[in-house]
């Protein structure tokens, strides 16, 4: 949640105009993040969090925000997306689409306990369950294709070691892992650590679904394992906390014997997704008001231990 375009006030307020929030009291970027433009605003009326869209045009975006109002309606906690004057999710903001959404209470949780991390697991399950009545469908932009991209432009930039890790594994995972032929569905494939928010141990709400597509269940919970259960000494997996995520999400929505099987796969899938995006923001950064990249050698790491050490229930 970075700030990539500057915000004035003069423009924040004829935003706030087009809804029934109350007037402006105050506004600041939040830095975390590397997608985009991200404020806390508080207005007469409530505090929200604004977000100005780097990437998506106006017509991609109604799929997220939908998503975000059918979980919310659906029992899944979260935030909700503001309808304007005009009954829309979003509206123009320094020349880019931006979106108006509740600023639930809680912070995240970062270095999560056994009983937050059921806590996770099973909100996850909720998502899955809860988005099979969402028939609209959107691709991972993040999948393979883009992977071979993002490796191509990276790789001269790594140590031969790395570069011949990445090769190998792009490799598995075309070929081997079997992605394709899992059970399928509208994943959050971002849930990491810093995308729930917790009011002491308990969750308050999940947010940033701004990385959901369908994909793959077990990708998503792969996902889930390698950030909130990874020990951040070594860049291993807890396997008491995996298991406890997993059996948490099996409790919520039961999985199938293919699925159980592929799960050291998609931990690995899940590694090597985040290893590239790590080292696409490290060596080609965007300019931004307030930016940073995180260490992708952390991913890079962990996907060297699945390998040698695949992760059973």
Known sequence: MSVFTTVSEADLKQ?????????????EGISEGIENTNYFVTTTGGRFVLTVFE???????????????????????????????????????????AALVQRLEGKPCMTPNQHQCESIGRALAQVHVATQ???????????????????????????????????????FQKEEAGRESL???????????????????????????????????????????????????????????ARAVARAYIARREITDQELAALPAMLRAGALRFWLSRLNDLH??????????????????????????????
């Open 15 to 27: 935003f706030l105009s087009r809804y029934d929030q109350g007037e402006l009291v105050s506004y």
């Open 133 to 171: 009545s969402y028939t609209e469908q959107r691709e991972n932009t993040r999948g393979m294709a883009w992977m071979e991209q993002t490796a191509a432009q990276v790789m001269p930039k790594l140590s031969p070691d790395d570069n011949i890790l990445l090769m190998q594994e792009i490799k």
């Open 183 to 241: 059970p399928q569905g509208v994943t959050h494939a971002d849930l990491f650590r810093d995308n729930a928010l917790f009011v002491g141990d308990e969750l308050n709400g999940v947010i940033d679904y701004y990385f959901a597509c369908n994909d793959a269940y077990m990708y998503d919970l792969a996902v889930v394992l390698n950030d909130w259960c990874r020990n951040d000494e070594d860049h291993s997996l807890d396997l008491e906390l």
């Open 55 to 97: 990437y998506f045009t106006p017509y991609e975006l109604p799929w997220f925000l939908e998503l975000m109002h059918h979980l919310v309606t659906h029992g899944v906690p979260g935030a909700a997306p503001i309808f304007d004057k005009f009954d829309c999710f979003q509206s123009p903001l320094c020349g880019k689409p």
């Open 284 to 313: 080609n950064p965007r300019p931004g008001e307030m930016t940073y990249s995180k260490d992708p050698n952390v991913f890079r790491d962990l996907l060297m231990h699945h390998i040698e050490q695949p992760f059973s229930l």
